[in-house]
Structure formats: structure tokens, C-alpha cells
């Protein structure tokens, strides 16, 4: 435990400051911005021991990412996924006091023995924390991102005024950095979600106007769920959405890792690009791992259908059409809606094998040129005339039998661990629009 003077130099905190402005103006990221404040913030001899910042994200998989500071142990990060539950430890936290009465600020000091406010007073009480801050600050009126957070110390004196004046000072400055990084993360969350990883960073790299692209060599997938007209008008809106999202759970993910990435969903259908160099060997690469993730694949699908079958549901079908060539990669649209996607003769021959699955009854056929670069066994079914192609093509099956995937795979989701105290804190997040606790409440966690 410390003991230190009650005041800290303005000197030092207008610093960190500084620094702040210049990490928010020059992009850096979120958990650099915590990271660096977290120790600039103790070098100016603020007796923190423990800082905890919470932040709410607009992604797909998560409700907020959360930071925890020690000056005996440094910086960890947790990101806390949608649909946990809200356990009861949450209902007796300070954040929860706080959005619940509305409130900006909570204070409480810690003492040695005695009764204690809130359970993980106990824990910070074993880390011989003897004073405690709380708050919660929004980005904006309206808006639905925002951060939580807590100051905390082992000083025998605790915080001082001038200290808690310097932190609410601090907190407004972090408001605002950490508000660009969180705009940042957001923008390229939403990217990547929508137009994938790598179409993703180009477009925020600027490739943003209509036309704008690059002509590139990838292997190609095309793929598509069978007889999806008759699942919705049999399963109904909402079970055939299910059905889709297990189908492309299933399907879809194998081509979206090692090289590969999923261009576009093509209503129950995807086109995946593995690109490549112009040479044999890159070409040889991206044709492999584009047939290793049909393997996969069709194992994922496997399982699916057994599981559905347990369920007395019916199972899905799908063809996969598998292609090499040069594609457009780029912008297209109107100049005012554009969509980034690859393009060219390669996809179209690609989307024209695949619905040959059909004429054929197999769920898989490939292009010699693919077949050739992937090296393997391969059944020879025919040649077609493709519409818009001037020379026949081979179409090929592999000759290769599917088994149940492995529940230890790559590509399964990893099971939710317990739930840290932090994690508690956020998940109220969810549950807002369920609670009228007032404006401040609601905008904050909406």
C-alpha cells in the first residue's frame, strides 16, 4: 500500500493530454490508447493501482470490449459476446447502481473490515484498495456507444480532491480518444463484416470511387443450398432464415480462412476468391486450399443434415462449383451505391459450374484448370458448352468421400468461457429496451 502526496503536478497531466489529442488525431487504436494512458497516467505519480474502462461496440459477435489495468500486472483485454446471460453478481455491481439511478459518478471508500456495498469490493479489498470511483460517460446524445469505467488506489490516504479533479479532467480527454478509436474500430468492424477483410481495407484505404479495382488471379468457389424456394415456402420466413444461416455456418466458413475470403452472399448462395500469383506454384496454393475447405466443408454439412435429422428436420443440399482465373476486384454500382465484389468471365464461368452440379447429381465439379492445379484424384464428366465461353470446358468430379467433421476442428466456435467481472458490467447492454430506467439509462444501453 502507498502512501503519497495529495496533490499531482498539472504539469504532468496536461502531458497526457497532449498525448491523448495527438493518439486520437493520428489514428491509434483503442487498446493502444488505454494501454498508454493507463501508464502515463501512474508515471505522473497518481497512485492508481487499477483502472477498469469498458467500451459498447456496434459488431456482430460482441457487445463491448473491455480493458483492465494493474500497475503490478500491466493492460488485459476481454471482448464480451452477444446472448450471455446477466447473472445476479451484475445486479449488485456499482455500474449497475449507476445506470439504474441515472447516475454520472460513484465514490466509496474501502475499508479494512467492515460491511462493503457492493461484492467485488471484496475482491478489490484483497488487493488492498482503499478508494474507489465509478462512472459512465456517453459519446454524444443519442448515441449507442459509450464507456464505463473505474479508478481505484491503494494510497492510505486514498484520492484526494485535486486527484479526483485531475481524473474528471483526464476522463474527458480519454472520452474523446478513446470516441475516435471506437469510430475507427467501428468503421472497419462493419467493413469487415459486410465487404470482407480484405475488400474491407481497401475501401478504408480509399478505394471508394466507382471503377476503381485491380485485375487479379484467385482460385474461385461458387456455392448454393438446393431447393431453397420450397424450405421457405414450407419451413416459413423466420425457419428458413435459421436454415440459411446454419447452411452457410456450415458451408461457408471453410472459405473464409487459410487464404480464402467470402466475396459476396448471393441470396442462399456465396462466391469465395483465393487469390494468387500468375505463376503455377501461388496458383497451385490457393487451387489446394480452396479444395481443402470443400473437404471441410462438405464434413460441416454432413454433420448439419444428422443434426437436423435428430431434430425431425429436413436436410439441405447444395452444389459447389470450382474454378482459377483472372477476376476484376473492385467497385461497381451506381456512383452513389456502389458494392466492392469480384467480377469478370472467370465468375461468370464459375456461377455456370456450379448449376451443373444439378445436371450432373454431384454436389461438387471443378474446371480442368482447377483440377490441374490442385492435384488429387478426379472423375471426368463431360465438356459444356458454357453460354458467353468460346471453348468447351472439362468438368470434373474429386474423387474423394466425406465423414463427420471433427468437433475439435479449426473452424468450431470456442465455448464461451465464465464471465468476468467486467464482462458482468456490459451485459445490461442487452437488456435496456426491457427496463425504463430513465433517459440517461436507455441512451446509454440502447
Known amino acids: 500500500m502507498k502512501t503519497t502526496h495529495s496533490s499531482v503536478s498539472d504539469i504532468f497531466l496536461d502531458k497526457v493530454a497532449e498525448w491523448l489529442t ?3 488525431l493520428t489514428g491509434e487504436n483503442l487498446e493502444s490508447i488505454v494501454r ?18 469498458t467500451f459498447s461496440m456496434l459488431h456482430p459477435l460482441y457487445d463491448a470490449l473491455g480493458f483492465t489495468w494493474k500497475r503490478s500486472s500491466g493492460l488485459t483485454i476481454e471482448g464480451y459476446r452477444h446472448g450471455a446471460e446477466k447473472p445476479e453478481r451484475f445486479l449488485q455491481s456499482p455500474y449497475y447502481h449507476l445506470l439504474t439511478n441515472n447516475l454520472d459518478h460513484l465514490r466509496r471508500r474501502i475499508d479494512k473490515d467492515g460491511p462493503l456495498d457492493f461484492p467485488i469490493f471484496e475482491e478489490l479489498r484483497s488487493e488492498k484498495i482503499t478508494d474507489y470511483i465509478a462512472f459512465v460517460q456517453t459519446f ?3 448515441s449507442a456507444q ?19 479533479a485531475a481524473l474528471l479532467r483526464m476522463q474527458n480527454h ?16 462493419m467493413l469487415t463484416t459486410y465487404l470482407g477483410g480484405d475488400a474491407g481495407k481497401r475501401v478504408l484505404n480509399g478505394q471508394v470511387r466507382r471503377g476503381d479495382g485491380d485485375t487479379i488471379r484467385a482460385a474461385l468457389v461458387m456455392g448454393d443450398m438446393r431447393q431453397s424456394t ?18 452457410f455456418d456450415a458451408i461457408a466458413a471453410p472459405f473464409n480462412r487459410n487464404g480464402g475470403e467470402i466475396m459476396s452472399f448471393l441470396g442462399d448462395g456465396f462466391l469465395a476468391v483465393y487469390p494468387c500469383g500468375r505463376h503455377k506454384d501461388p496458383s497451385k496454393v490457393a487451387c489446394q486450399a480452396a479444395l481443402a475447405a470443400v473437404i471441410q466443408a462438405q464434413a460441416r454439412v454432413e454433420q448439419l443434415n444428422v443434426e437436423r435429422q435428430q431434430k425431425s428436420m429436413s436436410i439441405v443440399r447444395y452444389g459447389i462449383g470450382l474454378h482459377v482465373g483472372n477476376v476484376m476486384f473492385g467497385n461497381v454500382g451506381l456512383r452513389d451505391r456502389l458494392t466492392f465484389s469480384a467480377f469478370g468471365s472467370a465468375v461468370n464461368e464459375v456461377a455456370r459450374l456450379q448449376s451443373l452440379t444439378k445436371k450432373y447429381s454431384r454436389e461438387v465439379v471443378a474446371s480442368q484448370a482447377f483440377a490441374g492445379y490442385s492435384g488429387g484424384d478426379w472423375v471426368t464428366l463431360g465438356e459444356e458448352k458454357l453460354r458467353g465461353v468460346r471453348q468447351k470446358l472439362t468438368v470434373l468430379h474429386p474423387k474423394f468421400a466425406t465423414g463427420p467433421a471433427r468437433l475439435g476442428d479449426a473452424f468450431e466456435e470456442e ?8 464482462e458482468r458490467v456490459i451485459l445490461l447492454h442487452r437488456d435496456a429496451k426491457k427496463m425504463d430506467k430513465g433517459p440517461h439509462f436507455e441512451k446509454f444501453m440502447q
Not at 498508454?36 to 492508481?48: H, L, N, Q, V, W
Not at 480519454?174 to 468492424?189: E, P, Q, Y
Not at 465455448?415 to 467486467?422: F, I, M, Q, V
Request: with cysteine.
Open 22 to 24: 495527438q493518439a486520437a
Open 174 to 189: 480519454l472520452a474523446v480518444a478513446a470516441k475516435m478509436a471506437v469510430l475507427g474500430k467501428l468503421a472497419n468492424n
Open 140 to 142: 454524444g446524445d443519442g
Open 146 to 164: 459509450g464507456m464505463m469505467g473505474s479508478w481505484s488506489t491503494d494510497s492510505t490516504s486514498g484520492f484526494s480532491e485535486e486527484m479526483i
Open 230 to 247: 420450397m424450405y421457405a415456402e414450407k419451413e416459413g420466413r423466420q425457419a428458413y432464415i435459421d436454415t440459411l444461416n446454419e447452411f
Open 36 to 53: 498508454g494512458f493507463c501508464d502515463r497516467i501512474a508515471a505522473t505519480g497518481m497512485p492508481i493501482a487499477r483502472v477498469h474502462l
Open 415 to 422: 465455448e464461451r468461457d465464465g464471465l468476468s467481472e467486467a
